[in-house]
């Protein structure tokens, strides 16, 4: 059943308070994703302090000429479902990243990335850097990698050292 106009007023205006408490929004396309895995996202999503809504191409656009930022939903097929995240744009790709890793191992069009917005750059990241983000490994991770990386040579001179002093002993 199509919307009235006043039902879109309404939508516009409830996607704008999620727009204002927003840092980043993730744009993905859900079509043919069984019902039963889009709400286990829309939990996923809940859990994260963010907002996962269903929303028109014309109405995202209008949303985002509104608030300032270009967008053209044309470029753009199927079903938008847009995640408003109060996280920035690395936590918010890596949610939408891990969820779409994992619906789409048997079927690749189930849940693709289409794009987002990091709004702390006013900027618009396309699908491809939006799965690159999302698949770098966690502050955490890096932070573990970048000390194994500078103990290394350490660990290398250390060992060099004590097989010295084995032969030379």
Excluded: H, W
Excluded at 18 to 32: E, H, P, V
Excluded at 157 to 165: A, G
């Amino acid at each position: 059943m199509a919307k009235t106009k006043q039902q879109k007023i309404e939508t516009l205006e409830e996607l704008t308070e999620f727009l204002a408490k927003s840092q980043a929004l993730a744009i993905a396309d859900f079509t043919g994703l069984p019902t039963k895995d889009l709400n286990a996202f829309r939990q996923d999503v809940r859990d994260e302090k963010a907002v996962f809504q269903v929303v028109k191409k014309r109405l995202l656009r209008i949303l985002l000429n509104k608030a300032g930022y270009e967008f053209d939903s044309k470029n753009f097929q199927g079903q938008f479902g847009v995640v408003f995240s109060p996280n920035d744009l690395l936590a918010t790709a890596a949610l939408v990243y891990k969820f779409a890793k994992s619906k789409n191992k048997k079927d690749k069009n189930l849940f693709r990335i289409l794009g987002g917005f990091d709004f702390s750059e006013k900027r618009f990241i396309d699908g491809v850097e939006m799965v690159r983000l999302g698949s770098l490994p966690g502050r955490e991770v890096m932070l573990g990698q970048l000390v194994g990386l500078l103990a290394s040579p350490l660990r290398t001179l250390l060992y060099v050292l004590d097989q010295r002093k084995q032969k030379v002993g």
